[in-house]
T-cell receptor, first 112, second 114 residues
Framework: KQEVTQIPAALSVPEGENLVLNCSFT??????LQWFRQDPGKGLTSLLL?????REQTSGRLNASLDKSSGRSTLYIAASQPGDSATYLC???????????FGQGTTLQVKP | EAQVTQNPRYLITVTGKKLTVTCSQN?????MSWYRQDPGLGLRQIYY???????DKGDVPEGYKVSRKEKRNFPLILESPSPNQTSLYFC?????????????FGPGTRLTVL
């Protein structure tokens, strides 16, 4: 059974810092991994999708890497801004039913 | 605008009163699914649908029903809601639910069952 862990659970940093959010999963047989952002009381916004054959994906200040064999993914946020404050969720796609398995998330606060 | 919509966004109801949460997507996606989000438990899949007329259970299907009569709509039905179904519900869709497909989520429906 796939289990997903995200560390740290919460993070508070001053504006401008570069950040690394960690995601680990127990079953390396994944099809892809998606990173999402969730603002309080809001839905999930997809940030990046990394296919199992890829090592990383980039979108603006965000870079996500995937090491399937070790069961790890990282989300790198460059030059953090207060608008980046949110909960970040990682979710590998396991099996052929389209089901995402979510971690508990990392809640990020970026202080001005 | 490409999006997944859900209605209602907020709902307070009483035990046993049947309700339906609607979900609609305008991206011509084959795959749709429902999740619930609870503190400490994260997001868990309730039901999914690979295409029209094909639905199957996810991890926590008890107390829920779904139907997929049209490609764009995937309503979640609670025939007899109970307090343990108080939760934040999300509908999601993707092209085929496959390895290259980004999954898009709706804005969520916050349900309280008294």
């Amino acid at each position: 059974k796939q289990e997903v862990t995200q560390i740290p659970a919460a993070l508070s940093v001053p504006e401008g810092e570069n950040l690394v959010l960690n995601c680990s999963f127990t079953d390396s047989a994944i099809y892809n991994l998606q990173w999402f952002r969730q603002d309080p009381g809001k839905g999930l916004t997809s940030l990046l999708l990394i296919q199992s054959s890829q090592r990383e994906q980039t979108s603006g200040r965000l870079n996500a890497s995937l090491d399937k064999s070790s069961g790890r993914s990282t989300l790198y946020i460059a030059a953090s801004q207060p608008g980046d404050s949110a909960t970040y969720l990682c979710a590998p796609l396991s099996g052929n039913t389209g089901k995402l398995i979510f971690g508990q998330g990392t809640t990020l606060q970026v202080k001005p | 605008e490409a999006q997944v919509t859900q209605n209602p966004r907020y709902l307070i109801t009483v035990t046993g009163k049947k309700l339906t949460v609607t979900c609609s997507q305008n991206m011509n996606h084959e795959y749709m699914s429902w999740y619930r989000q609870d503190p400490g438990l994260g997001l868990r899949q309730i039901y999914y649908s690979m295409n029209v007329e094909v639905t199957d259970k996810g991890d926590v299907p008890e107390g829920y029903k779904v139907s997929r009569k049209e490609k764009r709509n995937f309503p979640l039905i609670l025939e007899s809601p109970s307090p343990n179904q108080t939760s934040l519900y999300f509908c999601a869709s993707s092209l085929y639910g496959g390895s290259t497909d980004t999954q898009y989520f709706g804005p969520g429906t916050r349900l309280t069952v008294l």
